[in-house]
């Protein structure tokens, strides 16, 4: 009951928010390219996100779309892919400023859960050999997460790319998220004389390189307590989250024998105990997506992944004037993004949809008590 009480005065207060100083919004500026991106300038987070580390992660630097050329026995790979088998292959790819080519030896296996039973071109994992990729675009890579195409046909090609602005998405929100690389790739599967198989996809930044790259360290433990977590950067996690339609994570647990948190990267702060942040990632499951695949939990009872559900926690209700303020100050770079981006202007018109449908949301007072602050979970405090 207070948690609602307190929430009448939340549009209120995230309208006056930037103008009272209790934001202070600093300008700044990134680069963002084709072809899911456009350039433009955007406000920086008004709550401090870490001191950054530099490391050299060249392949995450640019974001434009990369071409590659995987060459494996797949066939092995996808008739075993349940096995989570493991196979030898090279990836390659022309260096921007010679054209010379560079093959890099890697082992590619299977990942995954949902996608990996639903798809007939399962994801992937390309582990690098540590000695080879210095001096070249994968420098500082090991192991790194590859988006596929899943199935043959322009929708499953389509949701890659939502997928691929989704993560975009918050990137504009948050440094401490992890970062993508877009990919038209060539695969040559060497157990068979046929012709390549070209598709899209995107490979995401290793844990232990955004750890490094916030300051942090990764959380080891399968749960974490609600008053560990830091309540600015958990209140944003949970209302993008709304944002996208997405109810398949946990800032909280993961599945048993799994380390928290389940779709989400647990970061903790060097030599403390409080502070941690939850990455997302998968967003597939998500209504502004919609895959076939994609089901809501049952126990939510809605009808369908597009049906929004508000999933934070109550203790952060407070932390609401303040990330709705920040939601509000980067809309426009977030409706750039989806309109810049390179979908079917279709998709892109369901995707501004949606997202103008959460800002309806947000800034008017009765719809957000009912479908924030009274949805909340656990205890106010």
Same mark, same amino acid.
């Given at each position: 009951?207070?948690?609602?009480k307190? @929430?009448?005065?939340v549009?209120?207060?995230s309208?006056? /928010?930037?103008?009272?100083?209790?934001?202070?919004?600093k300008?700044?500026?990134?680069?963002l390219?084709a072809?899911?991106l456009v @350039?433009?300038?955007?406000?920086?987070?008004?709550?401090?996100?870490? =001191?950054?580390? =530099?490391?050299? +992660?060249?392949?995450?630097?640019?974001?434009?779309?990369?071409?590659?050329?995987?060459q494996?026995p797949?066939?092995?790979?996808?008739? *075993?892919?349940d096995?989570?088998p493991k196979? *030898?292959?090279?990836?390659?790819y022309?260096?921007?400023?010679?054209?010379?080519?560079?093959e890099?030896?890697?082992?590619?296996?299977?990942? @995954?859960?949902?996608?990996?039973e639903?798809c007939?071109?399962?994801p992937?994992r390309?582990?690098?050999?540590?000695r080879?990729v210095?001096?070249?675009?994968? /420098?500082g +890579?090991?192991k790194l997460?590859?988006v596929?195409h899943c199935r043959r046909?322009?929708?499953?090609?389509r949701?890659?790319g939502?997928?691929?602005?989704v993560? #975009?998405?918050?990137?504009?929100?948050?440094?401490?998220?992890f970062r993508v690389?877009w990919?038209?790739?060539?695969?040559?599967?060497?157990?068979?004389?046929?012709?390549?198989?070209?598709?899209?996809g995107?490979v995401?930044?290793?844990?232990?390189?955004?750890a490094k790259?916030?300051n942090?360290k990764?959380f080891?433990?399968?749960?974490?307590?609600?008053?560990?977590?830091?309540?600015?950067?958990?209140?944003?996690?949970?209302?993008?989250?709304?944002?996208?339609?997405?109810?398949?994570w946990?800032?909280?647990? /993961?599945p048993?024998?799994?380390?928290?948190?389940?779709?989400g990267?647990?970061?903790?702060?060097p030599?403390m =105990?409080? &502070?941690?942040?939850v990455?997302p990632?998968?967003?597939?499951q998500? &209504?502004i997506?919609?895959?076939?695949y994609a089901?809501? !939990? !049952? +126990?939510? *009872?809605?009808e369908?992944v597009?049906?929004? #559900?508000? #999933?934070?926690?109550?203790?952060?209700?407070?932390?609401?004037p303040?990330?709705?303020?920040?939601f509000?100050?980067? #809309?426009?770079?977030?409706?750039?993004?989806?309109?810049?981006?390179d979908?079917p202007?279709a998709?892109?018109r369901?995707?501004q949809?949606?997202?103008?449908?959460?800002?309806?949301?947000?800034n008017?007072?009765?719809r957000q008590?009912?479908?924030i602050?009274?949805r909340c979970?656990g205890?106010?405090?």
């Amino acid at each position: 009951m207070a948690a609602a009480k307190s @929430g009448q005065l939340v549009i209120e207060q995230s309208r006056t /928010a930037l103008a009272s100083g209790r934001v202070r919004a600093k300008p700044c500026w990134r680069h963002l390219v084709a072809p899911f991106l456009v @350039g433009f300038s955007l406000i920086c987070s008004p709550w401090p996100v870490g =001191a950054a580390k =530099a490391i050299s +992660q060249p392949l995450f630097e640019d974001h434009a779309p990369l071409h590659l050329v995987i060459q494996a026995p797949l066939s092995e790979l996808i008739e *075993r892919k349940d096995d989570r088998p493991k196979v *030898r292959g090279t990836v390659s790819y022309r260096d921007a400023d010679s054209g010379a080519p560079i093959e890099l030896t890697a082992t590619i296996s299977t990942r @995954g859960r949902s996608r990996l039973e639903y798809c007939d071109f399962p994801p992937l994992r390309l582990n690098f050999r540590r000695r080879q990729v210095p001096g070249t675009l994968f /420098a500082g +890579q090991n192991k790194l997460k590859l988006v596929t195409h899943c199935r043959r046909g322009a929708k499953h090609a389509r949701w890659v790319g939502q997928e691929y602005l989704v993560y #975009r998405m918050f990137n504009l929100l948050t440094e401490q998220s992890f970062r993508v690389r877009w990919l038209n790739i060539d695969y040559l599967d060497t157990r068979r004389d046929n012709e390549p198989t070209t598709a899209v996809g995107f490979v995401i930044e290793a844990a232990n390189n955004l750890a490094k790259r916030v300051n942090m360290k990764r959380f080891r433990e399968q749960h974490i307590e609600p008053e560990q977590l830091d309540p600015s950067q958990a209140a944003l996690v949970a209302l993008f989250h709304f944002m996208i339609g997405n109810t398949d994570w946990s800032i909280l647990s /993961a599945p048993e024998g799994r380390r928290c948190c389940h779709n989400g990267e647990a970061l903790l702060p060097p030599k403390m =105990a409080e &502070g941690i942040i939850v990455a997302p990632y998968d967003f597939d499951q998500s &209504g502004i997506i919609a895959t076939d695949y994609a089901v809501p !939990p !049952p +126990q939510l *009872r809605l009808e369908s992944v597009r049906s929004r #559900r508000f #999933r934070g926690l109550c203790r952060h209700n407070e932390q609401l004037p303040t990330t709705i303020a920040h939601f509000n100050t980067h #809309r426009p770079a977030l409706e750039a993004l989806i309109d810049g981006s390179d979908n079917p202007d279709a998709t892109k018109r369901t995707m501004q949809r949606y997202v103008a449908a959460f800002y309806g949301i947000i800034n008017d007072q009765n719809r957000q008590r009912v479908s924030i602050v009274q949805r909340c979970r656990g205890p106010a405090s």
